[in-house]
């Protein structure tokens, strides 16, 4: 972030937590995670009731790091599900507030990243802006298909880490990412591998709606003709099931928990077995892709949350590491992600674009 200037805000919410993080002239400055138990966000009968409570924890930040109105130059929201969009940044406008508000595409905490950034802009007199939401869409047309003229595969993914890490991974390895051909894993309470091919994610699973390997909390792909089966049963209702694949499946509906920490601290033969699966299914679904890159893959870059650990990434680098060098680059950027976007805008080397 050189030749950087001005204060930067950047706010993502999540499912269970709103990180928020300040930076002055391409320096992180502060940072807060606000953690929200499951009983916290019950009393709320959407996301977007939520507004106003997160809200409140954005302008509490601000004001312990004292940052007076005309102070911000930029406020970042982490994008959330709009219709399909370019790569890039974009302004925060009434018609991206009004789907967003309305989940016109889709329900999601992301939802509230751009609502968030434009009325905390507001109030401090400054632009709001999203860069590489979830729905970055740049798949070629073979990988649309599905077998069911009805129903086109769709591109939702970790758009703004894998983003983030291509490019440093890129320059790990001496190349722009415009001329690089890289397996990108995001893996954490979602896990998403895209195909980058020179600057384009042309194929990537859908992280948030039953595709690729299980995760803590989501089914990924199932045998369809056995959840046909499970949805004709009236066992479950569609919020039920819905729910089933999105946010309590995975890891959750096998061992009880989310956390993979808690899971390789368990150490019994159960937890070990799950967690093994799930690396399978992660070495699987990356494999794949360098069918999609035709065997031309520079490197696979391991991220996320889940990549800190040492051992799972040993596990996937002994199934994958005779194919390409694995770059890893653990935690979630999405933070930084942002601020560089709106660094790039402020130094004029990134333009910014109308959700139209």
Not at 184 to 213: C, F, K, M, T, W
Not at 235 to 255: E, H, M, N, P, V
Not at 321 to 350: F, K
Request: glycine share 10%; hydrophobic share 40%.
């Amino acid at each position: 972030m050189s030749n950087t200037k001005g204060v930067v805000l950047a706010i993502n919410p999540g499912s269970t937590t709103t990180k928020l993080a300040l930076f002055a002239n391409g320096v992180e400055i502060a940072w807060q995670n606000h953690d929200h138990a499951i009983e916290e966000l019950a009393q709320f009968s959407s996301v977007y009731d939520q507004f106003a409570f997160r809200r409140n924890l954005v302008i509490q930040f601000l004001e312990e790091q004292d940052i007076q109105p005309k102070k911000l130059a930029i406020v970042m929201g982490r994008g959330g599900l709009l219709h399909p969009l370019q790569s890039g940044v974009y302004r925060v406008n009434s018609l991206m507030l009004h789907d967003l508000q309305n989940c016109r595409y889709g329900e999601h905490a992301c939802n509230l990243g751009a609502p968030l950034a434009d009325a905390i802009a507001k109030r401090y007199g400054c632009e709001a802006m999203i860069a590489d939401p979830v729905v970055v869409d740049e798949m070629i047309a073979e990988a649309r298909i599905t077998g069911i003229p009805e129903i086109e595969r769709k591109s939702i993914f970790h758009a703004l880490n894998q983003k983030y890490v291509a490019r440093q991974a890129s320059q790990k390895l001496g190349k722009p990412y415009h001329e690089a051909r890289l397996i990108v894993a995001h893996l954490g309470g979602g896990i998403s591998v895209g195909s980058h091919r020179y600057g384009q994610v042309i194929d990537v699973n859908n992280a948030l709606d039953g595709e690729g390997p299980f995760s803590p909390e989501r089914s990924g792909g199932l045998p369809v003709g056995d959840l046909i089966k499970l949805v004709l049963s009236g066992t479950y209702s569609y919020g039920q099931l819905k729910k089933r694949i999105t946010g309590s499946g995975g890891l959750f509906a096998y061992a009880g928990t989310r956390d993979v920490i808690q899971l390789l601290e368990k150490d019994t033969s159960e937890a070990q077995f799950w967690l093994r699966a799930m690396i399978y299914q992660i070495s699987k679904e990356i494999a794949s892709h360098f069918a999609v890159l035709e065997g031309q893959v520079d490197a696979v870059v391991l991220t996320g949350g889940i990549a800190h650990n040492t051992n799972m990434m040993g596990m996937i680098e002994k199934r994958l590491g005779s194919l390409a060098p694995i770059i890893i680059i653990p935690g979630e950027g999405e933070m930084q992600s942002l601020a560089e976007n709106a660094y790039a805008v402020l130094n004029h080397t990134r333009e910014v674009m109308e959700y139209e």
